[in-house]
């Protein structure tokens, strides 16, 4: 048990500093109201557990790998509480446009990219 607990306290970290790397490096470029780098990472940890799936259905990966990666790197670069803030955010600032458009976008763009990642690896 306080194996696993470590597993995914290191993946979590690393999840966390991905994370935070990314918001740094799109407000480098972008200073508007939409949350770009909350998207990207959504997006971006979406596709990634729909492509690993793929590997992990194909090829033999212990479980301690699978719950680094999905549970501790994945869980913490995208984060569903990230997402309902800047939901809020959005709608305390009356930006309710752009706040159902990073929701839809978001969810439906999401679970697009979980299984394109799942069916790009079948193909490969």
């Given at each position: 048990?306080?194996?696993?607990?470590?597993?995914?306290?290191?993946?979590?970290?690393?999840?966390?500093?991905?994370?935070y790397l990314?918001?740094?490096?799109?407000?480098?470029?972008?200073?508007?109201?939409f949350?770009?780098?909350?998207?990207?990472?959504?997006?971006?940890?979406?596709?990634?557990i729909?492509?690993?799936?793929?590997?992990?259905?194909?090829?033999?990966?212990?479980p301690?790998?699978?719950?680094?990666l999905?549970?501790?790197?994945?869980?913490?670069?995208t984060?569903?509480?990230t997402?309902?803030?800047?939901?809020?955010?959005l709608?305390?600032?009356g930006?309710?446009?752009?706040?159902?458009?990073y929701?839809?976008?978001?969810?439906?763009?999401?679970?697009?990219?979980?299984?394109?990642?799942?069916?790009?690896?079948?193909?490969?």
């Amino acid at each position: 048990m306080i194996y696993k607990l470590m597993v995914v306290a290191f993946g979590g970290s690393v999840g966390a500093v991905a994370r935070y790397l990314v918001f740094l490096l799109v407000g480098r470029y972008y200073e508007g109201v939409f949350p770009w780098a909350s998207l990207f990472v959504n997006l971006a940890g979406a596709f990634a557990i729909g492509f690993l799936w793929g590997l992990f259905d194909r090829l033999y990966v212990s479980p301690a790998i699978r719950t680094f990666l999905l549970i501790g790197i994945l869980g913490s670069f995208t984060t569903f509480s990230t997402l309902t803030f800047d939901v809020l955010s959005l709608y305390r600032d009356g930006e309710i446009k752009m706040m159902l458009m990073y929701l839809l976008s978001s969810n439906i763009l999401g679970i697009a990219l979980v299984f394109s990642g799942f069916y790009l690896f079948k193909l490969i």
